[in-house]
Structures are given as structure tokens and as C-alpha cells.
């Protein structure tokens, strides 16, 4: 295990708060594995960098020699976390939350370590807990408490619908956190309240308190709005690795240093050199673009796919020729063919409305020539068995 100070450097690098930072120190200094906590709840099947953030520090913890446990929240997720939520979240049902935790688990151990990693399910002491124990745990924080939070306070003063099990969640999280009795809990800087609720239970269970350790959100390819499927700035971890590394290069040179920090393996010392060179001028932007996508892709496809998919970006994007690798999408016989219908079709746009804008705009290609504006049908023939291109990097060949 390293010594206390290289060990608070790499875990506050990229950290947004260490609540407190005292506790951390003492705990750190006690020599013991610390047990390090992520509660995640399975609410969608598609995860992105930016659900990988608090799994990217999590293996810092362990490569200094502690312990993770990952905890499912199959339990809480029927409740729904309310954070940031203007209204109740609709809930899963039981094999909807299944089927995304088998998604997550899947993407997480890309990234930790199995041998330092326990897995648990919430529903394992949530479920059990009867109306009195209920009654008991709820009777350890006030209105005035939960009401503190963000969302809370905003939904009540905008008379806002506020339903009651909404009020258990922050609650149940931090039952978690005695169940298991964490030293730290990982969170996004949203999750605080909660990360301090699981703290304040453990004292008023005469429990040692977790230390709060959140990180911040990390914004997606436009650099403004936070990753996020609903916004299209996110980069999929399941992406191909040519359009992972084609995501990466889009990003502002702004978000560089933040993407190293979180969103890769890299250790901290070297992100610090990346960070000097970029300010002092002595590194050239793009080549450390070039390396931040490398590196990402290494992660989630293996280091032997990082270079093919920096040559693929160069081909499409330095050469302005087509993908080697196009998707092929069955589709059925008409002529002539709708073109937007065709592109929400083969994932080239979400919408009909969308691919009409593409294609009013010029960024609908058929083998690299441009449709004019307003060609909405084309024949059937100009179409099947060629590319079909939508954007900078979305690629497919419609086939029959």
C-alpha cells in the first residue's frame, strides 16, 4: 500500500468533495483495507463514461489495496432516487431492474478488479425489514432534515407533487452504508445528501461514519450539458471503437484533463505531466486528443483495438474515405424509398423530423456524395448496398 499522502493525492485527484477530509486521513493512516462503497441503482439498460466515472476511481482504491463493495440497488430502485427529479420517478418493475443490473455488472468489471470487489444486492437487508424496523429507522431523521435537500425544497415551494416513499430513499441508501459498514462512499456530486445521510446513520448507530467522496459530473461532447443518452453527447461504452475514439475527438481540448482524470487509467502523475505540457505549450493538443482516445478505447476494447481505431478516424476524417467496417442493416424493399423514414430505420437518426433536418443541412451522404436538400425519396437502387452516411461518424449500408 503506498503512504499516506501518495494515497490522498491519487484519491482526491478529480474529486469534487471529501466530506471530511480529516476522517479520510485518519482512516488512511490506520493501515487497514478501507472498504469502499457505490450504490448503484439499475434503472437503464445503456451506460457511457459518465456512469463509468465513479467505477474509474473505485479501481484507484483498489489498486492502493482496498477493498470495493459494489452494491446493486435492486431494492431502492424500486423506489427511485429522486435526485435532481422535478417529479416522481416512474418505477421498474423487478425484471426490467434484472435486466439492467446484468448490463451494468457486465460493463463495471471492465474496469475493477474482481478479487477486490464483493457484489451485493440491497434487497438483502432492505427486504427483510419489517414495519417496526421501518418505523425505527425513519425515526433517526426529521422533515426538516430530508427537506434540506435540493430537490426536496424545490418541489415543496413550487407545490409540487412529493410522494411519501420518495422521502425513504435517501433513507434506505444509508442503511446501506451500515449494513455493510463502509469507510467511504463514492457518489456523483448530485448524490451528497445521500452520501451524508449514510454517514450521519452510522453515527447515530454508534458506528465510525463514512467518509463522503463525490466526483463531479462529466459534461459530454458538446462540453456543456452533462453526458446524457437524452442530450446525444454521451460516448457508450458498448460504442464501436472506431466511433468511441471518432466521440473523443469531438470533445473541446477544454475537457481533456478532465476526461484523463476520470475517465481513464492513466495514473495520476502522468494526467499532472499531460496538464503541465498542455498549459506550458509543449504538448500539441491534438496528439494528446489523440491519446485520450486511445486510452479510452483501450479500456473497453483492449489496448490491440486502439490503434485500428485512430486509423479508421484518419481515413474518414484526414483522408475522406469510407469506413472499412460498415454496418449492414436489413431493410425492406420499396421504391422509391422514404429517405428520412430509411435513416430512423438503420440508427442514423432518432426521428423522422431529425433526418429531414440532417438532410436539409447536407450531412446525409450516399457513398460520400451529398443528398440535396429536400431529396426526401430516392430510388431503391441508389440506395440498397451503399453507405449511407449521417453526420461526421454514423456509417451503415442498408441491405436486402
Do not use: C
Request: net charge negative; hydrophobic share 40%.
Amino acid at each position: 500500500m503506498s503512504d499516506l499522502a501518495d494515497q490522498l493525492r491519487i484519491i482526491k485527484s478529480g474529486a469534487a468533495d471529501v466530506v471530511p477530509e480529516t476522517d479520510l486521513v485518519t482512516k488512511l493512516a490506520s493501515g487497514r483495507p478501507l472498504t469502499v462503497k457505490l450504490g448503484v441503482d439499475p434503472t437503464a439498460p445503456d451506460l457511457h463514461l459518465g456512469h463509468a466515472v465513479p467505477l474509474r476511481k473505485l479501481r484507484q482504491f483498489q489498486d492502493l489495496g482496498h477493498h470495493v463493495v459494489l452494491i446493486i440497488g435492486d431494492f431502492t430502485a424500486l423506489i427511485g432516487d429522486p435526485s435532481g427529479r422535478r417529479s416522481t420517478r416512474p418505477p421498474l418493475t423487478a425484471e426490467e431492474i434484472d435486466a439492467n443490473a446484468e448490463t451494468y455488472i457486465e460493463q463495471a468489471f471492465r474496469i475493477l478488479d474482481p478479487k477486490r470487489t464483493s457484489m451485493r444486492r440491497n434487497s438483502e437487508w432492505l427486504g427483510p425489514l419489517g414495519f417496526a424496523d421501518l418505523l425505527r429507522l425513519t425515526s433517526r431523521f426529521t422533515v426538516a432534515r430530508i427537506l434540506e435537500r435540493d430537490d426536496f425544497s424545490k418541489r415543496y415551494a413550487e407545490n409540487r407533487s412529493i410522494s411519501l416513499h420518495e422521502f425513504l430513499y435517501p433513507m434506505a441508501q444509508a442503511y446501506d452504508s451500515v449494513a455493510i459498514e463502509a469507510d467511504v462512499e463514492i457518489g456523483g456530486t448530485d448524490q451528497l445528501f445521500n452520501l451524508l445521510a449514510g454517514r450521519e446513520l452510522m453515527e447515530k448507530s454508534g458506528m465510525e461514519p463514512q467518509v463522503a467522496l463525490t466526483l463531479p459530473l462529466i459534461e459530454g461532447t458538446d462540453g456543456v450539458q452533462k453526458m446524457s443518452k437524452s442530450y446525444g453527447n454521451y460516448i457508450g461504452l458498448t460504442d464501436r471503437a472506431d466511433d468511441m475514439f471518432g466521440k473523443v475527438m469531438s470533445i473541446p481540448d477544454g475537457l481533456m484533463v478532465k476526461y484523463f482524470r476520470l475517465a481513464t487509467g492513466l495514473p495520476v502523475d502522468e494526467v499532472d505531466a499531460i496538464e503541465a505540457g498542455l498549459k506550458a505549450g509543449s504538448v500539441h493538443p491534438n496528439q494528446v486528443k489523440r491519446r485520450l482516445g486511445r486510452e479510452i478505447v483501450a479500456v473497453y476494447h483492449g489496448p490491440e483495438a486502439a490503434e485500428p481505431a485512430e486509423e479508421a478516424f484518419d481515413r474518414v476524417f484526414k483522408q475522406h474515405e469510407l469506413p472499412e467496417d460498415v454496418v449492414e442493416v436489413t431493410v425492406a424493399a420499396s421504391d422509391p424509398v422514404h429517405l428520412p423514414a430509411l435513416l430512423q430505420e438503420i440508427g442514423l437518426a432518432p426521428s423522422r423530423s431529425e433526418a429531414r433536418r440532417l438532410i436539409d443541412q447536407g450531412a446525409v451522404k450516399i457513398d460520400g456524395d451529398p443528398v440535396p436538400p429536400g431529396a426526401y425519396d430516392v430510388a431503391w437502387a441508389d440506395v440498397i448496398g451503399h453507405v449511407v452516411q449521417a453526420g461526421k461518424r454514423r456509417f451503415a449500408r442498408p441491405v436486402g
